[in-house]
């Protein structure tokens, strides 16, 4: 089996301004030095980026971007392309989180446009179960796919589902890759639970079998906290 290294990633959402992302950051990177074996990432707003890129220096935690469009150029009135995000120092992308689907209507079929894109131009990134279309056709997922199943109704609510319920759907979900896919996508894909996960639940979460890190909105935005949920203590 695949050794799946966990990620805890941060979706600041629209949230911080460039004085206050470089300086969360420099925080998380204080809280979690001596953390060893776990991946970590932040995910800004674009403005952000740059500065945080900045701010990261050699602290080896990744940058991702909350969103992108699926052209490489052109008249796209408030799109940035992967390009435009692996410029500033990207080496993530999310995509197709509820938040984008409920919100701004983002439908399947973009999404799918969006992580082909994203996975052209060598972004890896996260996903929404769904939208993986163009994968199907190949039959192979890249194993640098991180998928995330987050239950709408523990998104900033402060419910979590529990570890259990948590461990049946992402076993699901891992399964479905099997199924689908002949490439080792089952074995090598990370899958993140989000929902209001927070340093007291993470452990109980990350403990559960096919569960691979979390991808963390409003406890993102301390660093003690945020380091609190990376410092879960991987086994
Ligand atoms: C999210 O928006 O992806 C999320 C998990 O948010 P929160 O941690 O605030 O529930």
């Given at each position: 089996?695949?050794?799946?290294?966990?990620?805890?990633?941060?979706?600041?959402?629209?949230?911080?301004?460039?004085?206050?992302?470089?300086?969360?950051?420099?925080?998380?990177?204080?809280?979690?030095?001596?953390?060893?074996?776990?991946?970590?990432?932040?995910?800004?707003?674009?403005?952000?980026?740059?500065?945080?890129?900045?701010?990261?220096?050699?602290?080896?935690?990744?940058?991702?971007?909350?969103?992108?469009?699926?052209?490489?150029?052109?008249?796209?009135?408030?799109?940035?392309?992967?390009?435009?995000?692996?410029?500033?120092?990207?080496?993530?992308?999310?995509?197709?989180?509820?938040?984008?689907?409920?919100?701004?209507?983002?439908?399947?079929?973009?999404?799918?446009?969006?992580?082909?894109?994203?996975?052209?131009?060598?972004?890896?990134?996260?996903?929404?179960e769904g939208?993986?279309?163009?994968?199907?056709?190949?039959?192979?997922?890249?194993?640098?796919?991180?998928l995330?199943y987050?239950p709408?109704?523990?998104?900033?609510?402060?419910?979590?589902a529990?570890?259990d319920e948590a461990r049946e759907v992402h076993g699901f979900i891992r399964g479905w890759l099997g199924d689908t896919?002949?490439?080792?996508?089952a074995?090598?894909v990370?899958i993140?639970y989000?929902?209001?996960?927070?340093?007291?639940?993470?452990?109980?979460?990350?403990?559960q079998p096919d569960i691979?890190?979390?991808?963390?909105?409003?406890?993102?935005?301390?660093?003690?906290?945020?380091?609190?949920?990376?410092?879960?203590?991987?086994?």
């Open positions: 089996m695949a050794l799946r290294i966990p990620m805890i990633a941060g979706n600041w959402k629209m949230n911080l301004g460039i004085a206050e992302g470089a300086e969360l950051v420099r925080g998380i990177a204080a809280g979690i030095r001596d953390v060893k074996g776990v991946d970590v990432l932040v995910a800004p707003p674009f403005t952000a980026l740059p500065a945080v890129r900045e701010a990261i220096g050699d602290a080896g935690i990744f940058l991702g971007a909350q969103n992108m469009h699926w052209e490489t150029e052109g008249a796209y009135t408030g799109e940035v392309s992967a390009a435009m995000l692996k410029e500033t120092g990207c080496t993530h992308v999310i995509l197709g989180h509820s938040e984008r689907r409920s919100l701004f209507r983002e439908p399947s079929e973009d999404i799918d446009r969006k992580a082909a894109a994203a996975v052209r131009e060598g972004l890896i990134r996260r996903q929404l939208s993986l279309q163009q994968f199907r056709v190949q039959g192979s997922m890249p194993a640098s796919t991180i995330a987050e709408v109704w523990a998104i900033g609510t402060g419910l979590t529990t570890p896919f002949v490439s080792d996508a074995d090598q990370r993140l989000g929902g209001s996960v927070k340093p007291g639940n993470a452990a109980d979460l990350m403990a691979d890190g979390a991808l963390v909105g409003g406890a993102s935005l301390q660093a003690e906290t945020f380091a609190g949920i990376v410092r879960f203590d991987p086994v």
